[in-house]
């Protein structure tokens, strides 16, 4: 019987888990904030809506998130392996839109 670290050894390390990728791009407090966010249904993974905080994102991705007043429309660069500083986590994606 496998263990969850073997579980965890076994993922794409290509895909990253968008509460995951929310929290670590730091458009989200905590990991609690990027997962309620994600289960809600306000995000969007290339055009379709995200209602599960388990859904995969892989490099070149499209997402949408809206924050507050406004929306992000973002293209994941480089999927980051950890929550970094503001500026080193602007280099993982590319501002495709901001706006209303």
Request: proline share 4%.
């Amino acid at each position: 019987m496998k263990g969850k670290k073997a579980a965890q050894s076994e993922r794409d390390p290509l895909t990253l888990r968008i509460d995951k990728l929310l929290w670590y791009l730091r458009f989200a407090g905590n990991r609690a904030m990027a997962k309620k966010l994600a289960n809600k249904g306000h995000v969007r993974l290339n055009g379709r809506r995200v209602n599960r905080a388990h859904m995969m994102v892989r490099q070149g991705d499209i997402l949408t998130i809206p924050q507050g007043r406004e929306v992000h429309v973002i293209r994941i660069a480089v999927l980051p392996v950890r929550r970094g500083s503001a500026p080193d986590v602007q280099s993982c994606f590319e501002r495709l839109r901001t706006g209303q």
